[in-house]
């Protein structure tokens, strides 16, 4: 079972951190889920990795139901706003204040707000592992029609998201709903391939330059979303530190494809047992 930490941004936002304790820590993550994703959702894997002797602290995205910013129209944000806000608050308001060293791993979205933060020196952990997460630029896509497909969407995003008020992503199928902003800066991100934050003083594609920490990067075969060379794109951003890259084979699932969203739930040991084996190679710095 998860300890629930109820945590207040700076602007006011409530949400939650769960905390999964196992009973005796050999290590610490803080956990950023996908855009859309309730944390419950990887209750599983948060439990499976619990069994390993991970302590893990999973963040609630703000527009999700157990937050205080469920009304799209009402309520705005970006990726800024996780990063300067929302993992602060995680940081400050949690046990894991108390934590000397930590590991975060993020999943699609949150693997670009995980490399983003610790460059700036908003989050400072031993490492960083991302999982399924890739640059969004048509480029990134296998195949003409599937570049094609990609340059179209998200300018046609943008354009429902103004019509609509916020992103309707829960009738569409994909991400959930989404504020303006949010949907502004994925366009600006596919459009450009780097990141051109809004409502920050603060250059977050510049930060990726001063990544100085470990960091694994996995790609997980089937995906449709994100690809490998997608996930190879977003590698080629991060410096000083030159990432690890894994393409995680079906083969470790059974010979399954794995889904974008769906992996945390397909197969966990599967997965953990590549990020610890990684971990293990790459020791906390005394």
């Not at 949010?182 to 603060?202: C, Q, S, Y």
């Not at 930060?207 to 075969?221: C, D, G, N, T, Y």
Request: hydrophobic residues 40%.
């Amino acid at each position: 079972m998860a300890t629930e930490h109820p945590i207040t941004a700076p602007d006011g936002t409530r949400t939650v951190v769960d905390e999964y304790e196992p009973a005796e820590a050999r290590a610490t993550v803080l956990f950023l889920p996908a855009l859309g994703v309730p944390i419950g959702y990887y209750r599983p894997f948060f439990e499976t990795a619990a069994g390993r002797g991970i302590r893990v602290f999973g963040l609630e995205m703000r527009g999700r139901p157990r937050t205080s910013t469920t009304d799209m129209r009402r309520h705005d944000w970006g990726y800024a706003t996780l990063i300067e806000q929302d993992i602060p608050a995680a940081l400050a308001q949690t046990p894991l204040a108390e934590v000397d060293r930590f590991t975060v791993v993020g999943h699609s979205l949150g693997g670009l707000l995980a490399l983003a933060a610790t460059g700036a020196g908003i989050l400072r952990p031993e490492r960083v592992i991302t999982a399924a997460s890739g640059a969004a630029h048509h480029t990134s896509r296998d195949g003409w029609l599937a570049q094609l497909q990609r340059r179209w969407v998200t300018p046609w995003a943008l354009l429902v998201t103004h019509a609509w008020g916020y992103f309707p992503g829960h009738r569409l199928g994909f991400g959930d709903r989404q504020p303006k902003t949010m949907i502004g800066d994925w366009h600006r991100e596919a459009k450009l391939n780097r990141f051109v934050l809004a409502g920050t003083d603060t250059d977050y594609e510049e930060a990726l330059h001063h990544v100085e920490v470990p960091v694994l990067q996995l790609s997980f075969e089937g995906d449709t979303l994100v690809s490998s060379r997608a996930v190879d794109m977003l590698a080629e951003r991060v410096s000083p530190t030159v990432p690890d890259r894994v393409h995680v084979l079906a083969a470790a699932n059974g010979g399954a494809p794995w889904d974008h969203v769906r992996w945390p739930r397909q197969n966990a040991d599967a997965v953990l047992d590549v990020m610890q084996e990684w971990s293990r190679e790459h020791p906390a710095r005394v």
